[in-house]
């Protein structure tokens, strides 16, 4: 399986960025798809993840109401929508897949997927 995460980059505080996470190398019928994140000196965070076929979303509270994950289903990409951007939110981005079957709050742990995309680095300016 391989991920390709793209759309990072400069913005203004408030401002918005979309991430891609585009997949490819097996069937995600009853997979989920993550994004996480890590600051400069800091352990990884679980930013949203997505069940890919019923579309089930979960998210980390200091993001809830300011992104957005979603997926589409022939293109085979997951999405991350980020709005009112705050300079916290600076880190690398990660997606990742699992192989399927993950309790949905599970998804929130780092351990539960077997799949990491390379990172995509968003940075938030005040």
């Known amino acids: 399986v391989q991920l390709q995460a793209s759309g990072g980059g400069l913005v203004q505080a408030g401002g918005s960025l979309r991430l891609s996470c585009a997949a490819s190398g097996r069937t995600f019928s009853g997979s989920a798809m993550g994004w996480f994140r890590q600051a400069p000196g800091k352990e990884r965070e679980f930013v949203a993840a997505?069940?890919?076929?019923?579309?089930?979303?979960i998210y980390a509270d200091s993001v809830k109401g300011r992104f957005t994950i979603s997926r589409d289903k022939v293109k085979i990409t997951v999405y991350l929508q980020m709005s009112s951007l705050k300079p916290e939110d600076t880190a690398i981005y990660y997606c990742a897949a699992d192989r399927g079957g993950t309790i949905l709050s599970y998804l929130t742990m780092a351990p539960s997927y077997d799949y990491w995309g390379q990172g995509t680095l968003v940075t938030v300016s005040s």
């Open positions: 997505i069940r890919w076929s019923a579309g089930s979303t």
